[in-house]
């Protein structure tokens, strides 16, 4: 059991209205058959809403925030044993990546629906970013956000009907029937920070979530999708995002060994489809707000509380910073921010 000198924190209203997540350390060094099982039922056991994963096929870290250990645990698969020793918490992608036949992915899917309980998954999907992931599968030419649109529909017409005939630029079938199929349609969500992505989860997925971002641009993409559901008529988007997180009894000890400087920086080189400060560059710790969350409790659910200000419902704590305390971590947020945020 973690000692912690913090007092018990006080959650700010808003908070309540947010389903709370982890991102599974399935990649890298710290993937581990224990860290993923054992720390599955232990997060379920300290009522954590939610489990997810990422998606590679040829893994090459992500050298800002990442170690060089190309280990990477099937994202499905891993899911698939989590569900199995866990018996409600929900399961998600964040995302999945269109390299697999959407015909094979739908059978994926209706069979672990049927394995680990019905009605557990989330699917989100992203267009990827590296294109090495595709020319290992002949696919190097591909408009990749056209994959993602064409995966959802494909996905939505095996999920509920028999004898599918589909044709399009990249897929084409007729008379396939999948089965199992999931007891309902498993939600859709649309992963990714750039403005096509909430445009695009606005106009047909069931959720939009963006990894690391700012809450300048979560707010100004939530007020876009808005406007465009309120256009279409559709319900507003589930809004997700999985911010890399830091959490210690003591201030410090959050912050040790975290480049902020770096974050900055790379926030400047890679983080071209961010809403920019005033300034118009990424120049201190507040420009980027809400790309990393770090500190004791208190300060989690402090920070927490402006996230539900912009309108996220959906918040994935993503230790891969500090996979090293996987478990003192999780239960930190388990037993001292959960209760804080849910009592608001």
């Known amino acids: 059991m973690t000692d912690t000198t913090t007092t018990s924190p006080v959650a700010p209203t ?9 991102l599974l350390p399935h990649f890298g060094e710290h993937a581990d058959r224990s860290k993923l099982l054992d720390g ?19 893994f090459e870290p992500h050298g800002e925030m990442e170690t060089p250990d190309p280990t990477f645990y099937e994202a499905l698969t891993t899911l698939t044993a989590v569900g199995a020793v866990t018996e409600r918490i ?26 680990i309980g019905e ?21 190097g030419d591909a408009n990749r956000v056209d994959l993602v649109r064409s995966n959802a529909e494909i996905l939505r017409l095996l999920a ?12 084409n079938f007729t008379n396939v029937t999948v089965a199992p199929k999931p007891a309902s349609p498993i939600p859709f969500w649309y992963c990714g920070a750039t403005p096509k992505s909430a445009r695009l989860a606005a106009e047909y997925a069931d959720g939009w979530m963006p990894g690391r971002t700012t809450l300048r641009t979560i707010e100004q993409r939530a007020a876009t999708m808005r406007q465009i559901t309120d256009e279409n008529g559709r319900p507003m988007p589930t809004i997700g995002v999985i911010p890399p997180t830091s959490i ?13 400087d770096g974050l900055i920086a ?18 201190t710790a507040a420009d980027i707000e809400g790309s990393l969350i770090a500190g004791t409790p208190d300060e989690v659910v402090q920070q927490v509380h402006r996230f539900a200000e912009v309108g996220v419902r959906h918040l994935v704590f993503d230790f891969r910073l500090t996979y090293e305390r996987w478990f003192a971590s999780m239960e930190l947020l388990g037993r001292e921010v959960l209760p804080a945020l849910r009592s608001a």
Not at 119 to 139: C, P, Q, S
Not at 160 to 171: A, F, G, I, P, S
């Open 40 to 58: 599955a039922v232990l997060a379920e056991s300290y009522g954590f809403d939610s489990l997810w994963v990422r998606d590679h096929l040829v």
């Open 266 to 283: 790379w926030a400047n080189k890679r983080g071209k489809w961010w809403a920019k400060p005033e300034s118009g560059e990424f120049k």
């Open 119 to 139: 009605d557990r998954l989330v699917i989100g999907f992203g267009a990827g970013t590296f294109d090495h992931e595709f020319d290992v599968v002949g696919m």
């Open 248 to 260: 210690a009894p003591m201030h410090d000890a959050a912050f040790e060994g975290l480049n902020i």
């Open 14 to 22: 808003g908070a309540a209205s947010i389903k709370y997540g982890l």
């Open 160 to 171: 509920t009907q028999d004898d599918v005939t589909y044709k399009d630029e990249y897929y």
């Open 90 to 115: 929900q399961l998600g992608t964040g995302s999945l990546i269109p390299f697999r036949h959407p015909v094979h992915t739908a059978l994926t899917l209706g069979t672990i629906d049927k394995l």
